[in-house]
């Protein structure tokens, strides 16, 4: 068993490279109005697609229609074939960085099966998973706002709880 | 307003264009993308004190995301409100019989809004489907490490054992939810 003050290390260690990428260190990197503008992009594509639709999510629970697993069955291609050239072919960003991935950690898989049933769950409730959380705000859905307070209230229990919980 | 922009658009056109924002975040800064990561940025923003895993640097690490989603509001008021789809979302007729057996008939809008108005607040059932969902998907993304965004996409891309189960288990967990749990909730009042 690790001690408490490993674990404590090692979540550090975690929090900054798990989730999000070291930013850039080239000055040519593009500012952080880019990613107000991909952003925006990626809410118009959500909403016009309708995949932050409860109704579209009730009907692919239901394997009622194919519309969201269209979605995914074209979505998972594209990401795939555009992240490994980028890995493998290309290997910079437009700033001039290596392409850098940091891997998930597998562990013992318990935190991937059991937390993503979770959010399994909150996702039929709500019908929206977390970016369409914030979309469904923006197209007017405004009790979306509480949702939002309550998952970060989730997270912020997760964050209290984690060392407690099979990973 | 011209038909065309305010008509939905098939999945033949979203899905590749969805598929495109892992790579392009990649490209532009080596940024992983995923929405979650931002309720925990919030959190790290409002209330980290005695939490680890809430004490760190959000604004080296976390503000071209919540840049990101302040995009993704934008969006969805572009396309949602201003170039808003009149029309009801063209659902299966069988998944429109088995909602309106649950209750849920006005099938106007994005979401039922029996279940997402204010009013809907006050009620049981739309408690737990707006306070109670919006908890669990908090909870389980940030036990999963990801989302549908970041393990779904991202993980996935990458070709990630962990965002596979993850999103097996994303598949068992709305199953259950629809089954089990949205019946029983959508009895209450």
């Known amino acids: ?167 | 307003m011209p038909d065309i922009l305010l008509r939905p658009w098939p999945w033949y056109v979203a899905g590749p264009l969805i598929g495109l924002f892992a790579p392009l975040l990649l490209w532009l800064g080596n940024r992983l993308f995923g929405v979650s990561s931002n309720l925990r940025h919030l959190c790290a923003v409002i209330a980290p004190r005695g939490i680890p895993y809430l004490s760190y640097d959000w604004r080296r690490d976390g503000s071209w995301n919540l840049t990101f989603v302040a995009g993704i509001v934008i969006g969805g008021l572009l396309a949602g409100v201003v170039f808003r789809n009149p029309e009801p979302v063209a659902i299966a007729d069988s998944t429109r019989a088995a909602l309106a057996s649950l209750g849920i008939r006005d099938l106007g809008g994005l979401v039922p809004r029996e279940l997402f108005a204010w009013a809907s607040l006050a009620t049981v059932r739309g408690w737990i489907v707006i306070v109670g969902g919006g908890f669990l998907v908090g909870f389980g993304t940030a036990y999963a490490g990801g989302c549908t965004s970041g393990h779904g996409i991202s993980g996935v891309a990458n070709l990630e054992a962990p965002s596979f189960i993850a999103l097996a288990g994303f598949f068992a967990g709305g199953l259950l939810g629809t089954f089990l749990l949205l019946p029983l909730v959508l009895g209450l009042r």
């Open chain 1, 1 to 167: 068993m690790p001690t408490s003050a490993e674990l404590r290390d090692a979540e550090r260690a975690e929090s900054t490279y798990e989730w999000d990428a070291a930013p850039g260190s080239d000055p040519r990197a593009p500012g952080l109005w880019i990613y107000l503008l991909v952003g925006a992009l990626f809410g118009v594509v959500l909403t016009k697609g309708e995949a932050i639709s409860w109704f579209r999510i009730q009907e692919m629970f239901r394997f009622q229609g194919f519309h969201m697993f269209g979605i995914f069955a074209t979505a998972l291609p594209t990401a795939i074939v555009g992240v490994q050239l980028l890995k493998r072919r290309w290997r910079r960003t437009l700033g001039g960085d290596a392409i850098v991935v940091p891997p998930k950690h597998l562990g013992s898989g318990v935190r991937y099966g059991a937390g993503g049933t979770i959010f399994g769950l909150g996702w039929a409730l709500t019908g929206a998973c977390p970016g369409p959380l914030f979309a469904l705000l923006g197209a007017g859905v405004t009790t979306m706002a509480v949702a939002i307070a309550s998952a970060m209230l989730g997270t912020w229990t997760y964050g209290r709880v984690r060392t407690r919980l099979p990973h």
